[in-house]
């Protein structure tokens, strides 16, 4: 069994920062692709960002330039550095661990409002 634990939501101005953290642990055999997906309410879930195991990343358009993420391979840990956040940004926030068929965080709420 493995276990995801995200941190770091909550509620920011448009224009500010925030930087999620998610810790995999148990049962993990094989670390390949580390990322982050959000869910904004009647949309559907979308990646937002990835990292394969040698540290590549890959961003969706929307956040590109604005978003940073990153891995700690030792710790198991991704993180996710979100600068000039806008509106639109809000959602909830899942960790993920290889792919749309691994596994998923509980989910953090992300909320980008004056």
């Known amino acids: 069994q493995v276990q995801l634990v995200e941190s770091g939501g909550g509620l920011v101005r448009p224009g500010g920062s925030l930087r999620l953290s998610c810790a995999a642990s148990?049962?993990?055999?094989?670390?390949?692709?580390m990322g982050w997906y959000r869910q904004a309410p009647g949309n559907q879930r979308e990646l937002v960002a990835d990292i394969n195991k040698g540290g590549r990343p890959n961003y969706a358009d929307s956040v590109k330039g604005r978003f940073t993420i990153s891995r700690d391979n030792a710790k198991n840990t991704v993180y996710l550095q979100m600068n000039s956040l806008k509106p639109e940004d809000t959602a909830v926030y899942y960790c993920n661990l290889n792919g749309w068929g691994g596994y998923w965080g509980q989910g953090t709420q992300v909320t980008v409002s004056s």
């Open positions: 148990g049962s993990i055999f094989s670390i390949n692709t």
